[in-house]
């Protein structure tokens, strides 16, 4: 098997006429814990959905765990926890019997893990499903999709409805998983700075593609904010590579760019006569610039 | 060795700094800083990665690439500890070059609330003084 825990080739998908993935393509590196990022509507569920054989692409191929996912088998599935956006699980099932009934499913159940997070979670075994939160559903959700010690653990927003303290249990939890044995985590989230903490890799959905992929310390290196200061006032448009948006004042500009390296420093320090101050963007900002 | 990460290391998850790079930068302090002494272990990726809530591969970057610069070391079966030998120090320009942008942003701000040159330069003699370095 390749390093690649999922690998997507080309694949376009689109609902009614409208283009939602067009000829996307990416590798998920095995034990990376990667954060899927884009705007709302940009496709990420709809993508999480072709990896796990929920939705068919039109175009393209999608490899995961070694398997097609139109028609996983049994051994990949074991291999597999997913979390949805939001989970049904039967109401009328008790936190408990919500376990018990899941863990039947599979060969080999994690029972210490599950319970050591529905106490750290305070998740009450005779809770009904159907009256608790939105929040206490989706920790039970999280909690379900461990229990067989999945390979891959897919989660589309997995902290969308968590609070501050079990968000960051949440990524606690996940540090642990990834430190303590083979696991492979992808998640879509917009919430960018969880994602700052947890992730090592990140890919961009925009237009139905994948506008950056690749380590979250690169893109941090690669998109910057530039001030720049002429001694002369500036007209017209900073005319670098990659710029991505820009304000002119007189003889100041400030420039967001793209592929940023000392060579465009120097560029713009001579073109414009003058010094130019790099700053640097966190990933709120750097998701706010790629997404003009 | 409770909480020995933490202690050591403050980390910005929401700096536009990589983390990887604001522990190797902090490294490199706490050793200048006479903080972490030559010889002395730091600690485990693991610990460095659980206690500061971040992807042990950032804190294993962060070590390789100390290792590699030479400013750490690598015992087998110990971890990491800060190197016996004397570090085979940058040079001094790019040591100015390392340190030039911090002092730009000295300036500017300095410049915005119309401080005193005078009383900048007597703030950072006062502030090296008391790291011992004059």
Not at chain 1, 139 to 151: A, M, Q, R, V
Request: net charge negative; proline share 4%; glycine share 6%.
């Amino acid at each position: 098997m390749s390093d690649h825990i999922v690998e997507v080739k080309n694949v376009s998908k689109s609902f009614n006429g409208k283009i939602v993935l067009n000829g996307l393509t990416l590798n998920v590196p095995k034990g990376s814990v990667f954060g899927l990022l884009g705007k709302n509507g940009s496709g990420k569920t709809t993508l999480i959905k072709c990896l796990l054989g929920l939705l068919k692409p039109h175009k393209g191929d999608v490899v995961t765990i070694g398997d097609n996912p139109l028609k996983l088998k049994n051994e990949t599935k074991e291999k597999l926890g997913y979390v949805p956006q939001s989970d049904r699980i039967y109401p009328w099932l008790t936190v408990r019997q919500a376990i018990n009934y899941t863990a039947s499913f599979y060969s080999d159940w994690d029972v210490e893990l599950v319970n050591k997070l529905v106490s750290a979670w305070e998740l009450k075994d005779t809770d009904k499903v159907g009256l608790m939160s939105e929040g206490q559903v989706q920790k039970l959700s999280i909690i379900l999709s461990l229990g067989h010690k999945p390979e891959l653990l897919v989660f589309d927003e997995p902290v969308a409805s968590l609070d501050p303290t079990a968000r960051r249990q949440f990524i606690k939890m996940i540090l642990d998983l990834v430190a303590d044995r083979e696991c492979t985590v992808f998640f879509s989230t917009h919430i960018t700075t969880d994602l700052e903490r947890v992730a090592d890799r990140v890919a961009l959905l925009k237009d139905g593609k994948i506008d950056f992929c690749g380590e979250l310390d690169e893109l941090k290196d690669e998109v910057k904010r530039l001030k720049v200061t002429s001694s002369d006032p500036i007209t017209g448009n900073i005319d670098v590579e990659g710029v991505l948006s820009c304000e002119i004042l007189n003889n100041e500009a400030v420039i967001s760019v793209r592929g940023f390296n000392e060579r465009m420093k120097k560029e713009l320090e001579d073109k414009y006569k003058g010094e130019v101050s790099v700053e640097n963007l966190n990933l709120e900002e750097i998701f706010l610039e790629l997404n003009r | 060795m409770e909480s020995k990460a933490k202690y050591y290391f403050q980390i910005a998850t929401t700096s536009g700094v990589p983390i990887y790079r604001q522990i190797i930068d902090q490294v490199k302090i706490l050793i200048a800083t006479k903080k972490l002494p030559k010889g002395e272990f730091l600690p485990s990726v693991r610990q460095v990665a659980t206690e500061l809530e971040i992807n042990p591969m950032t804190a294993s970057k962060a070590y390789s690439l100390l290792e590699k610069e030479g400013v750490l070391e690598f015992v087998r079966g110990q971890g990491m500890k800060v190197k016996e030998s004397d570090l085979p120090g940058e040079s001094l320009e790019q040591m100015e070059n390392e340190i030039m942008p911090l002092l730009n942003e000295v300036v500017a701000k300095s410049k915005q609330l119309s401080l005193r040159p005078n009383r900048i330069i007597e703030m950072l003699k006062s502030l090296l003084k008391e790291i011992g370095n004059e």
